[in-house]
């Protein structure tokens, strides 16, 4: 899937220029990566609309989304989400940062895997499907980004699983995770154990105070004094 998304550069980078920006009605982003084949890297200070960024990020494709930024008086860039930053009360996000891609060069980003059947372990046998990953590493072209992976759990009895190894071939995509790595499995349902509450056990420790929920894609850039 790819996006559009209209933004504006932005004077200068720092707090106040920052809280200018939300005060009108936008949210501060950072667009990273050089603009040309050898050129060097760049860190550009945007502006992006939050209610179009916010849809972006809640489609199927998140922040897998290929996303081509309009820039005012600038040259379209063709960008991912790195990362997003949202108030944890509120939920209105607060800051963003893109990265440029080049169109015909294989990135690596994780995608969510997504179950398909119902397990004759589970239904037959009375087992329990248990998510030991519910994500995997993938490398591809940008505009190939799948929305998801695909896993059929149909044959699955108890005690048995899938791993990357397993997963079904794509020619858009390979699967770079660890290929021993388990995916999902059919266990034997335990008992719950609740454990009691310690005789004098400690009071509740002091409420911390909500800090911004930070949502983290790739590795992370050097920041700039924004945020």
């Not at 899937?1 to 707090?15: D, N, P, Q, S």
């Not at 005012?72 to 607060?94: C, F, I, K, N, S």
């Not at 072209?141 to 899938?162: F, S, W, Y």
């Amino acid at each position: 899937m790819e996006a559009i998304l209209e933004v504006t550069v932005r004077e200068t980078f720092g707090k106040n220029e920052a809280r200018r920006t939300r005060r009108g009605g936008l949210v501060p982003a950072v667009l990273y990566g050089a603009t040309s084949e050898g050129g060097s890297r760049q860190a550009t200070p945007i502006a992006v609309n939050p209610k179009a960024l916010l849809k972006i990020l809640h489609s199927e494709s998140g922040v897998n989304t290929l996303i081509s930024l309009k820039l005012a008086g600038g040259p379209d860039a063709r960008v991912l989400v790195r990362e997003y930053q949202v108030d944890p009360v509120t939920r209105h996000l607060l800051h963003a940062d893109f990265y440029r891609v080049r169109m015909d060069r294989l990135i690596r980003v994780p995608i969510p895997v997504v179950v398909k059947g119902e397990s004759k372990g589970v239904k037959q046998q009375g087992g329990l499907l248990e998510f030991i990953r519910r994500e995997i590493e993938v490398e591809c072209l940008p505009a190939d980004i799948p929305e998801h992976v695909e896993v059929d759990v149909t044959e699955l009895m108890l005690h048995q699983g899938i791993r990357v190894r397993e997963l079904a071939a794509d020619p858009k995509w390979k699967a770079v995770s660890d290929p021993d790595m388990m995916i999902v499995h059919v266990i034997m349902p335990k008992a719950e154990e609740v454990a009691a509450p310690a005789e004098g056990a400690a009071a509740a420790a002091p409420v911390a105070t909500a800090e911004p929920e930070v949502i983290k894609k790739g590795k992370k850039e050097e920041a700039e004094d924004e945020k």
